[in-house]
């Protein structure tokens, strides 16, 4: 299905757009019509902008993950994975939305096996712990899924990038991903430092590996330091 649509009236009736959008692509997945995903993407976005621009994210939170949760029961993770994205950027500072939003992301993610998106959508729940439940469970539980995701990129990194799906961007160079890596393990040192020194030691020392294969900087330092203060 061939995704067209007035960008002025977008613009002007942004909740319109979403019902007329959402009621395009219901029928077409119905039909197990071909869905653009470029066009749906792009008139997406446009819509959360003028949402945004109008100050009515609050009515586009309600109606995405409406939106987003049907075209799941619909089949389509993909669809509704783009939707909650939209929603996680729209609302930076809302974290309650974000964990509720980026927790079913990350769900879609793991069914669709894409762990780019895994990585991105347990970061943004990490942000989130790192501040109000720090230490948690719920906070090294996230950050082991980071590192997971991490570890499959770094690990099959031209066979990722091969089934990476996105509208926007292309994948970072693998040094990126294995920089992320060393700081995310380090991460987890420091919470399993006070429970489990064996283990915050083994993730420091394959941060160190990476570290080492970049060059020295701020992170080397501090996995050293680290490294000393559990040694004692």
Do not use: W
Request: proline fraction near 3%; charge should be positive; charged fraction near 30%.
């Amino acid at each position: 299905m061939k995704i067209v649509y007035n960008h002025s009236k977008v613009i002007k009736q942004p909740k319109q757009a979403l019902l007329i959008l959402e009621d395009k692509i219901t029928k077409s997945l119905k039909k197990k019509e071909p869905i653009d995903i470029k066009a749906f993407s792009s008139e997406l976005h446009d819509i959360g902008d003028a949402f945004v621009s109008r100050s009515e994210v609050e009515c586009l939170n309600k109606h995405g993950k409406r939106f987003a949760e049907n075209l799941v029961k619909l089949g389509d993770n993909n669809l509704a994975g783009i939707i909650y994205s939209l929603i996680i950027r729209v609302n930076p500072k809302q974290s309650t939305i974000v964990e509720q939003v980026a927790t079913n992301a990350l769900a879609i993610a793991k069914r669709l096996s894409d762990p780019v998106h895994i990585m991105a959508r347990a970061n943004d729940l990490k942000e989130i712990y790192k501040f109000t439940q720090p230490g948690s469970e719920k906070h090294l539980r996230t950050l082991q899924t980071e590192k997971r995701a991490l570890n499959a990129i770094c690990t099959n990194y031209e066979g990722v990038q091969k089934r990476y799906r996105t509208l926007k961007r292309e994948m970072r160079p693998i040094e990126a991903y294995e920089l992320k890596l060393a700081a995310i393990r380090f991460e987890i040192a420091e919470i399993l430092a006070n429970t489990n020194k064996q283990a915050a030691i083994e993730e420091l020392l394959a941060a160190k590996e990476i570290i080492l294969k970049h060059g020295k900087g701020k992170l080397h330092k501090q996995i050293e330091k680290l490294l000393a203060e559990l040694k004692k």
